[in-house]
């Protein structure tokens, strides 16, 4: 414990109080730090997956079911019935989750999918020193620069809010836009990356045909194996091509999915998009919540979006022409600033989340 005797290197006196609840909190996040790559490997060796039906199993079994070390195994157990993330039935020795962790751990189509968040640290985890040599020189960072975990993980953080809201919220909250995609309409969907969000529309909406752009051409390789897969090729398209120069004209919906922010001429883009929609088209622009405040944001989710800024929005502006730097918490001001200098003049907040911000803009 501190005490009131403690001084600060610069001879201000500590208040032990505050300094033990700091503590405390640090703690907190040393555990979910060093816990990271346990889910990690968790997931990657399918641990989650084995456990989803939450029947209880020991060391040893859970090992034989995955092809696992057992020694290993019991460790990982151990860990994460430290962290709450399964039980422990300590009369049996065996260890088990319960539905709401099997939800968030161990299925993969649900709106609450959490294991693809790790795959995301891990990659900025290992981009480390790339990420502080930039913070030197001022100089951006590519988000083509960054290790492949990056591209998995952001498709799998982002889907299950997808999953939860796109069909179901977003775009009913669009004026007039649900009954043209149930009519059949033309959609591009800009930075689709895997493409998860469009591949979701395109299931949801058959009569109509989807456009995937992207400039990261590792990425649109994996959106058209995954629309194979799906069965929807003939409806969806994916091409490498970059904001500011996708082809096509009437487009009746042009989205932007989590990533406006991360332009470097975000401004170009809007000018573009509005050269590109039919007439009474709609540009949905979906970003992370932020309030225009900075300080308003300074709460745990603005904690996430802001360190996510720092190390993947703001250095993937700043690695393009114009480098705006808009960030992951720009805020409906600045993004509607960005819209009406694009030659926009329609702009309105059409929904939102605890986690996102959904505008509808038109010419």
């Not at 990056?150 to 977003?170: D, H, K, Q, S």
């Not at 009569?207 to 058209?224: L, N, Q, T, V, W």
């Not at 540009?283 to 745990?300: C, G, L, Y």
């Not at 996510?308 to 960030?327: F, R």
């Amino acid at each position: 414990m501190a005490t009131t005797q403690q001084a600060a290197p610069s001879g201000r006196e500590i208040n032990p109080d505050a300094l033990n609840a700091l503590m405390g909190r640090v703690v907190q996040d040393m555990g979910a730090a060093m816990q990271a790559p346990v889910i990690l490997i968790g997931d990657k060796l399918g641990l989650y997956r084995a456990m989803g039906d939450g029947e209880p199993v020991t060391p040893a079994e859970l090992a034989k079911k995955t092809g696992t070390a057992e020694r290993y195994v019991r460790e990982w157990l151990n860990a994460n019935a430290a962290g709450k993330l399964v039980e422990f039935d300590a009369a049996r020795g065996a260890f088990f989750l319960t539905p709401e962790q099997a939800l968030v751990l161990a299925l993969d189509d649900t709106p609450v999918h959490l294991p693809g968040f790790y795959h995301m640290l891990a990659s900025l985890m290992k981009d480390e020193e790339k990420l502080t040599e930039i913070y030197r020189t001022g100089k951006g960072m590519g988000w083509h620069e960054h290790e492949k975990g990056l591209f998995e993980g952001c498709e799998r953080f982002f889907r299950p809010t997808y999953l939860a809201n796109l069909v179901a919220n977003w775009i009913p909250a669009l004026e007039g836009v649900e009954a043209k995609l149930k009519a059949g309409a033309r959609v591009a969907d800009i930075g689709c990356g895997h493409g998860a969000s469009t591949l979701l529309m395109a299931k949801s909406y058959p009569a109509s045909k989807f456009f995937g752009f992207d400039y990261h051409g590792p990425s649109i390789e994996k959106a058209r194996a995954k629309a194979e897969a799906a069965g929807l090729a003939d409806r969806v398209t994916f091409e490498v091509a970059s904001a500011k120069a996708f082809p096509g004209k009437d487009y009746d919906l042009v989205a932007f999915f989590d990533c406006l922010h991360d332009m470097g001429d975000p401004v170009g883009a809007a000018k573009h998009v509005k050269t590109t929609l039919a007439a009474g088209g709609t540009w949905m622009i979906v970003e992370p919540f932020a309030n225009d405040d900075a300080a308003a944001n300074h709460n745990p989710v603005g904690r996430i979006f802001y360190s996510a800024s720092a190390t993947v929005c703001v250095p993937c502006s700043l690695a393009q022409e114009v480098g705006l730097g808009l960030g992951a918490q720009a805020g409906p001001t600045r993004i509607e600033k960005v819209v009406r200098e694009g030659g926009l003049t329609h702009f309105r907040k059409a929904a939102e989340t605890p986690f996102n911000m959904v505008f509808e803009t038109r010419g």
